[in-house]
DNA sequence: AAGTGGTCTAGACCACCCG
DNA sequence: GGGTGGTCTAGACCACTTT
């Protein structure tokens, strides 16, 4: 492993054991850095140059290196994964109401896509997706990690991946997702409030921890005369 | 400007101006190009490191730097943007069929998403896309480049971004992209050979240019029964 | 004025590829 | 063995922010 790893690994250890995830803290001067880990400036900017590309840490000239809020993380993925974020950009407040919540067996076909035996334990929460109090999607995520009974009971898909990180040291880093349209049941077409709807738009989404494990499977159909999913690609 | 981004400038314009596309085609080893720009080899190599994260170039320890094909350019634009690379993963042979292919005054809609004047001439090229000789989706993209009658007449997606690299100095690089769902015509449910269809995956994308000009529009309506897009999301 | 990150230099040694 | 990219060093000057 070269020097600018190991001092990227060392960063990175001390910033997930730092327990303070409110504001952003500041990391030691870069000179300091060197003295710390015996190198050069360019072999630690090396590390830290991939930290920010990473979107860790940000840097602020004349001021400081700072590692980015875990608020940032939660919300780039959210940002890129589900259409909370969306909704906010339109000036929409999002939502959301617990349908379910609960331990299960994972059925083959779950058991399938988060990579595990059929019949292990797993947590179901399903919800509506609302945006101004509006029905907007029905999601079910399956999540595959252990949970206490507390964190089952104040479960919301904000606070799972800040638990994860806080609690099990459980890293999301990136996802698998498939956009399509389904049919809906009369059921779910009265749970998104027009049960006239017939088709609409179905989205599900591997999330994947730094070890390669699925840390949940998320499935959701969105209502197709009001919602468009938005990306944008870079070359 | 700071010294690597003049270097990296020079050696975007080398590339482009070179008009090798078919193969690989090898740069100055890192010390002719130190001495060539005069610069330290950290700097030449920052110029570098940039252009093979953009992907233009890849290195290859002991042998070289080498310039990537365009037909790789191509691909990642392609993987990106458009259904044809999910296709070919699957193993089946993606085509298109030529419905309408013609200058036309832009409509008030199209000139908007285009970011140009209502009326001004643009050029529509409205395809099939199948998979397996099979109808998959119904594709109609507006361009907004000063084509010639030939490139007109030999118009297909692929040759579309080389001609509009290679001759007009167009460098597609990012786009915007919107997925929903949307009701099929009568007519086009036939065009995608089921008459039964009635609602499809629907997907729109403005693609931009390195000036930020919208080189194209691009809308295309997907069979729902057969389609899903696929991306993969990183933190 | 002092301290920060941003850039650059002129060397050096290494692992890898090829003839 | 000679050439390539991969890494690292110990300085230096600059632009910017804060005191």
Redesign the pocket.
């Known amino acids: 492993m ?5 001092v990227k690994k060392n960063i990175q250890q001390w910033i997930d054991e730092r327990q303070l995830g409110e504001t952003d803290k500041c ?6 850095l060197c003295e710390m880990f ?9 590390a ?1 140059d991939e930290l920010v590309q990473e979107g860790t840490l940000y ?7 700072f590692v980015r809020s875990r608020n940032h993380i939660l919300q780039s993925l959210q940002k890129l994964t589900s259409f909370s974020e969306d909704m906010k950009e339109r000036g929409m407040v999002p939502s959301s109401k617990i349908l379910l919540c609960e331990r299960i067996a994972a059925s083959k076909e779950i058991a399938e896509h988060l990579q595990i035996e059929a019949g292990e334990e797993i947590v179901l929460l399903r919800r509506i997706r609302l945006a101004d109090n509006e029905p907007m999607a029905v999601e079910s995520a399956y999540i595959n990690v252990k949970l206490s009974d507390d964190a089952i009971n104040d479960l919301t898909s904000g606070s799972l991946y800040g638990y994860m990180r806080e609690h099990l040291h459980i890293f999301p880093k990136w996802a698998k997702q498939s956009i399509g349209i389904c049919k809906l049941s009369e059921w779910e077409a009265q749970l998104l409030g027009n049960s006239d709807l017939q088709y609409a738009l179905f989205t599900n989404r591997q999330t994947f921890d730094t070890n390669k494990n699925v840390v949940e499977y998320v499935e959701a159909k969105y209502r197709g005369d009001r919602y468009k999913y938005h990306t944008e690609l870079y070359l």
Do not use: A, W
């Open positions: 070269t020097k600018h790893q190991q990391l030691p001067t870069e000179n300091e015996h190198g050069s400036r360019m072999t630690i900017r090396k830290v840097r602020i000239r004349g001021k400081g290196t």
